[in-house]
C-alpha cells in the first residue's frame, strides 16, 4: 500500500543549471544523485525531492512544498542573508506580516524558487 511508502516531493523547473544554482546556492542543498531528467536532494529526518526539467515549472498559483523548522524567524534570517525574498499576501482572512501568516497551528512563510515555484519554511506553534 502507498501508505507504507515513502513521499518524494516533485519539483518543476525550466533551467536546470539555475534552478541548481537556487537550490545549491541559496538554500544549501547538495544534490545526492542526478540524472538526464533532474538531481535528487535529501533534506531533514530522510526527506528527499527531486528538481526536474518540465515545461510547467512555476505555473501553479499554489505552494509546492514546505520545510517543517522548529525556529521560523532564525531560518528566515538565514533564508534572507542569502537572498531569498520573501512574499506578502493580504486578502481577506489571511495576511502576512513581515512576511509571516499565523494559523491553522502554525506559522509560515512563503518564497519562490528561480523557477516561480511557491515554496514555503512553517513552525507548528
Known sequence: MLSASQ???YVPVSDLARAREFYEGKL???PIGTNDAGV????G??????AYTSGGAGTNKASTAFWDVSDLDAEMADLRKHGVVFEDYDSPGFKTVNGIATGGGA???WFKDSEGNILAVSQRI
Do not use: W
Not at 529526518?45 to 527531486?50: H, I, L
Open 45 to 50: 529526518k530522510g526527506s528527499r525531492f527531486f
Open 107 to 109: 506559522r509560515t512563510a
Open 28 to 30: 544549501g542543498f547538495r
Open 7 to 9: 513521499i518524494i516531493a
Open 40 to 43: 535528487m536532494y535529501e533534506s
